[in-house]
């Protein structure tokens, strides 16, 4: 059985969801970055009454082959989605459904929570919206670790709630409100995920575009602009002065990075919820592939775990060009294999804390040539 001790030994495996500290009695948890640059839990443990309630809601002790919880990941309803009002479907990272899901349930007065990332920060926060603004501002894909602590710990719990995360995120949460008896207010939300990177990554990127392209204090940033278009998106950022950078993913050196696993948390390489197992009641992602290669305005793939993701998928649905697809679409259109862990990870966050430019630890490590990665191959 596991305690906290035994937890230590395996810190490796944390994905950093932060809901041991959540759930924490005695609020001894909290997240930290380690030398890497990744957050994980550092614990008081003068403070610590050994109850065990982190170790239930832990990933770490998730043992798939002897666990029959979640839902595989073939057994879902899939629809593809493209939304029918062109400038949303402009504004969003796929086909609009995170965005418009978060929409309709604030608009029936529940909690919504969903990530944010300001231009001037280094990392990405759950918020609970309070606005329209910030569901605006939740739109998009954001290619760094999103602190959710502060938004899970200022929910009224027994207010309907929709939380849209990443899936470590989503089974941390899922563990929670069975835990507490609140499964029944939340309706959960992950998206189909390749991995996140650690905060210096981003941090670099930041002076490397200072350095190389002028840019002065960030006052726009998207991961995933469509202008030229969904499959090629782009990274379009602009400064206080209007000075703007912008690349495709094909040649920017954050996304080659990124997109050669090169640096990921150590939990990302193996992830179970990755290939194999859901805990939320939808997920979604881009419909890559090839069956809707021809659409460049972004299509959402939605899979559906459940009930509650049926129901709440139809109310929304009229909003959309859809189809129902087979589940075996989904191991067309996305990476469900382990990625291996390169030899060089190791040495190469080691690298992001130091004082070495991003353009050295490119060259370096020879992260080069995104050329020989097709979009088909996406
Ligand atoms: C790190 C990361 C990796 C991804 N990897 C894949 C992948 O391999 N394959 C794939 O098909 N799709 C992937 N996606 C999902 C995809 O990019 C879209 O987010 C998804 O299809 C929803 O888009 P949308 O058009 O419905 O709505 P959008 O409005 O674009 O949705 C954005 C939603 O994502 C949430 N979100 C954004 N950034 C983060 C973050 N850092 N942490 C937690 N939640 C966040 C927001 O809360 C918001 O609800 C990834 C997303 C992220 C953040």
């Not at 999103?146 to 949460?173: E, H, M, R, V, W």
Request: glycine residues 6%; hydrophobic residues 30%.
């Amino acid at each position: 059985m596991y305690n906290i001790s035994t937890l230590k030994n395996t810190l490796n495996q944390c994905t950093g969801c932060g809901i041991c500290a959540v759930i924490c009695p005695n609020k001894c948890i909290d997240l930290q970055l380690n030398s890497e640059s990744f957050l994980i839990p550092f614990v008081n443990e003068h403070e610590c009454t050994h109850c065990g309630l982190c170790v239930k809601v832990c990933y770490r002790v998730f043992d798939i082959n002897n666990s029959t919880e979640g839902k595989g990941l073939e057994n879902c309803k899939v629809y593809s989605a493209i939304h029918r009002d062109e400038s949303e479907l402009k504004s969003v990272s796929s086909g609009g459904v995170a965005s418009e899901l978060s929409k309709y349930c604030y608009k029936q007065n529940y909690n919504v929570i969903g990530a944010i990332m300001n231009p001037e920060d280094d990392y990405a926060k759950h918020i609970v919206a309070n606005c329209e603004e910030d569901l605006e501002k939740m739109k998009s894909s954001k290619y760094v670790q999103s602190y959710i602590i502060d938004a899970f710990s200022k929910i009224d719990s027994n207010k309907k709630t929709l939380i849209i995360g990443l899936p470590c995120q989503i089974y941390g949460i899922r563990k929670y409100i069975y835990q507490v008896g609140i499964e029944k207010n939340f309706i959960l939300v992950d998206l189909f995920c390749r991995g996140t990177t650690p905060i210096n990554l981003f941090l670099k990127y930041k002076e490397y575009l200072k350095s190389e392209y002028g840019l002065g204090e960030f006052v726009k940033l998207n991961f995933r602009s469509k202008r030229i278009g969904w499959h090629k998106f782009s990274v379009v950022i602009q400064d206080k002065d209007g000075k703007e950078y912008s690349k495709t993913v094909y040649d920017d050196i954050f996304f080659s990075f990124y997109l050669k696993n090169t640096c990921f948390k150590e939990s990302c390489y193996e992830c179970e919820f990755r290939h194999n197992r859901v805990f939320a009641d939808i997920r979604l992602g881009d419909f890559w592939g090839t069956k809707y290669y021809s659409h460049d305005e972004g299509v959402s793939l939605v899979s559906i775990y459940s009930e509650k993701g049926l129901e709440i998928w139809q109310k929304i649905s009229k909003e959309f060009i859809f189809e129902e697809n087979d589940p075996c679409e989904l191991k067309k259109s996305q990476r469900f294999n382990k990625f291996p862990i390169p030899d060089y990870r190791k040495d190469l966050l080691r690298a992001l804390v130091s004082q070495a430019s991003l353009k050295d630890i490119y060259n370096r490590f020879e992260i080069n040539e995104m050329s020989f990665y097709k979009e088909k191959d996406r």
